[in-house]
Every structure is written in structure tokens, then in C-alpha cells.
């Protein structure tokens, strides 16, 4: 399973603008996006929400297609990730 | 249109709340019951607010003074809410009540007043909004029960004034929204909420939207826990599709800093978690002008900021069974309104958006009939984003579907020098293909329409509040939409019960609400078919009959009284009789005895008898 980490910089209730982190990993063929929360697990870890379980990428005429690799599969999520979460 | 009742006590409380459990025939002024039925006063009964049953406790929001929630109703069928405290342009106060548009389903709409079961539990939403005071554009509370007793009377709430910080996760820090309980997921039992407008924070920047919401065990437990996937998304309305084969919601968001970017995708509240099914960024190629879009991404002189939201969903005639559609506002880069029409499969969550929708005007033009909003605000970091919006919704007549093209502004004056601004536009749709639109009729609102109300299920008849008038239409193929009533009273809702009953409320002298029952004037139309059409009289008695049915203006038969009489001197009903009075059925024809007894010509009068 390939994972990376992407930040999001989004708005709070105060109007500011904050970053939050995302563990997305990709495993056949399916892209999996969860939060990572300040708030810590059993064994000390960032507990990780998931948000997003998303096996195909969706094209921008609205048709949708396979990911060809998990590259391919982040890339999508970084350029989508403003309008979809 | 009667006055039903003038609030007279200074307490936090809907003007109107219908009990919804089925076992109930109770309907709630202020706190005391009266029968639903004839709206007779019951004795010593009054509504349980209270969690431990001691006292009597307020429903709804309180900011130091009683009547801001008198101008509420809490009804099962479709109601509608409108702020008239400010006449200002770009005001937090304009913002409108989406609630007429946030589920495109018909048969899941949100109800302000609602009943669930699983068929093994039950439970209660009173919904409720806090619009009035303080400085948050919309938004919804809720008072919930769980299973309940046979009555709202002898049944604790659950919990009270349950906020959006209840329904949990990082919603809590954006706690003045608007989240409408649409469903329960057959499968979860979960209640799924719309996430609506999300406020965020200081800026209130609305609207906002969630992924999706739910609150566990029919929305009874578990409030807490309901997920919430981060802070809100940006620059999007949200509205609810649907339900998918496997149970779970799908949502439609819109963005409103363009026409051409939606983002469709379904919320699955078992994993709490998204898969987005579209996301739709492509900038629509041109496709030949003429009724044709030319596409593009249309400057700001036709608009900026500007919320548009979907139809509702019927059968796609395209695709067929198991396939819905659905239109969205599109104007091309010259500002032509060529709505895209959205495919939806449901069982595969395959979306299929058509930028070729043909729009025909016929010998007018859109510029000749219809006007863009171009006053309002154009930026997106205000908090009344939501006081203005283009809406289009279908509805059928007669076998021929109907799209309507809308525009309100929740000041209440903004488009009263502006009568394009303020026109309703009717198309005809193909029936075999929903990628034509042909112009059929318009109708300007005397002033600026603030919001509509559907006050039937057909969408045949429309109400339109306005900030002194509540004005009611029916629409027949023929005309479009007529004009039939002009209520003088500023609503501060209007809605329905259960029985189809139109509410008003507007604040009265105590500021509590004055509670209107509205009868509509309708067309009724009524056939008289003999069952011959002549009669040859040889000097005996012919017995015969009519057949007898009243029509609503939907073509749907009704049952109402009519009186028959004879003008001529050749046939009775009976004895000597020539006139009787018949109640005819709302499913066959009424068959009317009447008797030859002449020769000669006779003609027979028909009126619907007004009770």
C-alpha cells in the first residue's frame, strides 16, 4: 500500500484559515483519504477519520475512469480536493 | 381566507406545531392542543416540551425576547419561511429558507414536522428555525422524541433544543447552520441530515455545505457522534438527490462563483465516509447557438454570486426505469439560460451531464421576458450569499412536463423596478426528449418574490410571499400560471398540514402570530353527460341517467357538491323535481336518475355548491 500526506489549507469557525493533514494511501486500485486528527490513539499515533473512500477518479466532463497507479491517484486528489471534501 | 386565531401570550413557541404521529389528531397554537380535524379547543392539553414532564417549557429560540419564534410553523407538509425584519440589499436578514429546495426527491421531502419508524421504532423531529434574532442568516434547530406515545401530550421530548453542535464532529465549531433531516436509511436506521449552509464562524459565510450528516437509531442516539467530515466546503449549494440502491444518500452541490462546476457524490453513514461519483469541472464547449448553448463561463455582467439550484428528479425518459434526471441553471457566455439536464443511473451512481439543451422562445426572447439579478453583491466573502438564487423546477400537467425558471431576492424590494427580474418563465419539455425546451408562458410577480411555497403535490398551485403580499396561482396548459388570490398580510410562513390545509402566519398584534387558514379560489370544472344523446319520447316515460364528475384544475376529480337543475319542460330527476343536488366522486363517474317525460328540448344548469 503506497500512502503520502497532503495538506489543505481551510477556513475555521473563526474565520481563519488553517491547515489540515491527510493520510491518503492507495491499494488495488481504490484511494483511501482519511483526516489526521491532533487527538492521539492508544499507542501514541495521530488517530487517522476517514472521509473519503474513492475507487475510481472522476473526469472532468463527469465520466469517470480507473486509477492507472497510486500517482495517479493522489495526483487526483490533490487537484480535487477543494471541491470534493 | 379566515383569521383561525391571534396568539395573546408572550411565550417561545411555534405559532402552529402539528402533531405528526399517526395515532394523534391534535394541532398545537401556541402550547395548547385543539383537534386537528375541526380545531376545537381541548381541554387542559397542552404539548410536552419538557424532558422530565414537570411544567411548561418553551420550543425553539429565545434571545431575551418571546416572539421570535411567532412567526413559525411546524407542519408536516411543505412550509415555508420568510424573514421580512430588514429591506435592505445585502443584508444577513435577506437570507431565504432553502428548506422548499433541499431535497430534490420527491418522495423524501424535508418536513418541518415528521414521524419515523423502522417498523420497530419510531421517533419524532420537530425542526425548527432560529432566523429571526441575533445575526445568523438561517438556521435550524430540532426537538426530537423517541418512540413515542399515541400523542405529542402524553409523550416527553427526548431532548430539547438539540443544536447542530449535537450533531457532532467539527460541525460543533460552525454551530449556526441549517442541516434538514430528509430520511432514514432503511438499512442504518440512521436519520441522514442535508448539511445545508454551514456559517462559518464570524463571517457566516453562507452558503457553505457539508459532506453529509446522520444521527444514529432514527436520529434518537448517538447525536454526538454523527460524523461530519471536517469544515465545510466553500462556494457550493448542497441539495439531496437521492437514495441509491444500497441505501446510502447522494448529494448535488453547485457552485456559485461559476455555472459549470457541480460535484455529485454519496455519503455513506454506516463508514461515515464520501465517494464522490462526479466532479465536474469542464468548461461546456459551445453547442451551436441559435436554441443551442454557446457555453463558456459567462461574465460577470449576467451575474456573480450567484446560487442556482437543480430540479427536482423524475424518471429519465432517455435511459428509462432505474434512472432519474434532472435540470441545473446554465447560462452561456452571452448570458442565454440553457439549463444542463443531468442523468443519474442508480444503481451504478453513473452521472451523465447533457450541455446540449435546446431552448426555444418561440416569436419572444429571453431578453424580451426574463432578467438576470445584476444588483446584488458581488462578492463571495459576505454573509447573505444565500439572499438571492435562481432556481429551475419540474412539474407535470396534463401529461406534459414543465420546467419554470425562477428568480427571488429575500429583501423583499430588490426587483421591484425590475419586472424581468421578478418574471417566472414556463417551458414545455419534449416528452420523449428532455434536451428540447420550448417557451410556454411567463407570469411577473406584482413585486419582488421573496419565496414560493408548492401548495399542492402536483406543483400545479403556487404561492409567492412577498413583503406585503401572499399571492396564490394555478397553472393550466392552456394560460400558464393565473393570478387567483392576493392575501394583504406580510407571511411570515405559510405551509401545510397533513390534510393539505394551507397555514399563514404573520405576526399579529402580540407579535405572536396571527394564524390564517387560506382557501384557495380554483378553477373546478364539471361534466354533465347524458347517456344518450337524444331521446325519442313516444308518450311514455324514458328513464335514463347523467353521468356526473367535478374536476380540480389539475384534471383530477374531486368530490364536491353539485347542483343540477333543468331548464326546459321535457325531463326531471324524479317526480316533478328539477333541481338536485349531487356529491360526485373522486372515483368513477356519479350516476344521476332522470326521467323523459316530454317532448322538446331541455337544457341542465350545473354549479359547484361553495360550503
Known amino acids: ?85 | 381566507m379566515a383569521v383561525l386565531k391571534t396568539n395573546k401570550y408572550a411565550v417561545t413557541t411555534a405559532a402552529v406545531i402539528e402533531d405528526p404521529i399517526p395515532t394523534s389528531n391534535y394541532i398545537y397554537f401556541q402550547h395548547d392542543a385543539h383537534n386537528k380535524t375541526t380545531f376545537a379547543p381541548q381541554f387542559d392539553t397542552w404539548i410536552q416540551h419538557n424532558t422530565s414532564g414537570t411544567g411548561i417549557t418553551n420550543f425553539g429560540y429565545n434571545a431575551g425576547t418571546n416572539y421570535y419564534m411567532g412567526g413559525t410553523l411546524v407542519l408536516t407538509g411543505n412550509t415555508t419561511h420568510v424573514n421580512h425584519t430588514s429591506v435592505a440589499i445585502n443584508d444577513w436578514q435577506c437570507t431565504i429558507d432553502p428548506s422548499p429546495f433541499v431535497s430534490m426527491d420527491t418522495t423524501r421531502p424535508f418536513a418541518w414536522s415528521k414521524y419515523y419508524t423502522d417498523g420497530t421504532n419510531t421517533s419524532v423531529w420537530l425542526s425548527y428555525t432560529q432566523m429571526y434574532p441575533g445575526s445568523v442568516g438561517f438556521a435550524t434547530n430540532f426537538e426530537y422524541k423517541l418512540n413515542p406515545s399515541t400523542d405529542m401530550t402524553k409523550t416527553l421530548p427526548t431532548l430539547a433544543g438539540v443544536t447542530q453542535t449535537n450533531l457532532g464532529g467539527s460541525q460543533a465549531s460552525n454551530g449556526n447552520s441549517a442541516t434538514f433531516p430528509v430520511y432514514i436509511n432503511p438499512n442504518t436506521k440512521n436519520l441522514v441530515f442535508c448539511p445545508w449552509t454551514n456559517s462559518n464562524g464570524a463571517g457566516y459565510y453562507i452558503p457553505y455545505r457539508g459532506n453529509g450528516a446522520h444521527a444514529g437509531a432514527l436520529g434518537t442516539a448517538n447525536l454526538s457522534a454523527s460524523n461530519y467530515t471536517g469544515v465545510a466546503v466553500a462556494a457550493q449549494t448542497i441539495q439531496f438527490l437521492g437514495v441509491g440502491t444500497d441505501g446510502y444518500a447522494t448529494f448535488f452541490g453547485n457552485n456559485y462563483d461559476s455555472d459549470y462546476q457541480q460535484t455529485i457524490w454519496k455519503y455513506n453513514d454506516s463508514a461515515t465516509t464520501i465517494t464522490t461519483l462526479a466532479t465536474i469541472t469542464a468548461i461546456p464547449a459551445s453547442s451551436g447557438g441559435g436554441t443551442l448553448s454557446l457555453g463558456g463561463n459567462r461574465a460577470a455582467t449576467f451575474g456573480t454570486y450567484f446560487p442556482k439550484l437543480a430540479s427536482n428528479t423524475f424518471q429519465d425518459p432517455l435511459l428509462g426505469s432505474g434512472t432519474q434526471g434532472f435540470y441545473v441553471p446554465f447560462f452561456d457566455t452571452v448570458g442565454n439560460y440553457n439549463p444542463f439536464y443531468f442523468q443519474w443511473t442508480i444503481a451504478t451512481g453513473v452521472i451523465n451531464r447533457n450541455i446540449n439543451v435546446a431552448v426555444s422562445w418561440g416569436a419572444r426572447t429571453q431578453a424580451t421576458t426574463w432578467g438576470v439579478d445584476t444588483i446584488s453583491a458581488s462578492s463571495v466573502t459576505v454573509n447573505y450569499g444565500f439572499q438571492r438564487f435562481v432556481v429551475n423546477e419540474t412539474f407535470t400537467f396534463s401529461g406534459t412536463r414543465y420546467l419554470m425558471l425562477m428568480q427571488l431576492h429575500g429583501n423583499g424590494v430588490a426587483y421591484d423596478l425590475y419586472p424581468l427580474m421578478r418574471t417566472f418563465v414556463v417551458f414545455s419539455m419534449n416528452p420523449t426528449n428532455p434536451l428540447a425546451l420550448t417557451y410556454h408562458s411567463f407570469v411577473t410577480i406584482p413585486v419582488t418574490p421573496k419565496n414560493i411555497i408548492w401548495l399542492n403535490t402536483a406543483k400545479t398551485l403556487l404561492g409567492v410571499i412577498t413583503t406585503n403580499f401572499f399571492y396564490t396561482y394555478s397553472f393550466t396548459s392552456g394560460t400558464g400560471w393565473t393570478l387567483t388570490g392576493s392575501l394583504p398580510y406580510q407571511m411570515w410562513a405559510v405551509g401545510l398540514d397533513s390534510t393539505g390545509r394551507i397555514f399563514g402566519v404573520d405576526r399579529g398584534l402580540t407579535q405572536q402570530g396571527q394564524i390564517h387558514i387560506i382557501t384557495l379560489s380554483v378553477p373546478v370544472t364539471v361534466s354533465v353527460t347524458p347517456a344518450q344523446t337524444t331521446y325519442n319520447y313516444t308518450g311514455s316515460t324514458i328513464s335514463s341517467t347523467l353521468a356526473v364528475s367535478a374536476y380540480d384544475q389539475s384534471g383530477a376529480r374531486i368530490s364536491t357538491q353539485v347542483k343540477l337543475v333543468i331548464d326546459g319542460g321535457s325531463m326531471t330527476f324524479g317526480g316533478s323535481n328539477l333541481t338536485t343536488t349531487v356529491t360526485t366522486s373522486t372515483v368513477a363517474d356519479l350516476s344521476v336518475a332522470i326521467s323523459i317525460t316530454d317532448g322538446g328540448y331541455s337544457n341542465i344548469i350545473a354549479s359547484v355548491v361553495l360550503s
Open chain 1, 1 to 85: 500500500m503506497d500512502s503520502i500526506i497532503i495538506e489543505r489549507l481551510k477556513t475555521d469557525a473563526d474565520g481563519n484559515e488553517i491547515t489540515k493533514n491527510y493520510n491518503v494511501s492507495y491499494e488495488l486500485g481504490t484511494l483511501v483519504v482519511s483526516e489526521i486528527s491532533e487527538e492521539k490513539d492508544s499507542n501514541g499515533e495521530n488517530k487517522l477519520i476517514p472521509v473519503m473512500i474513492q475507487p475510481w477518479k472522476c473526469l472532468p466532463d463527469g465520466s469517470r475512469d480507473n486509477f492507472a497507479d497510486s500517482q495517479d491517484a493522489f495526483d487526483w486528489f490533490n487537484e480535487f480536493k477543494d471541491q470534493v471534501i
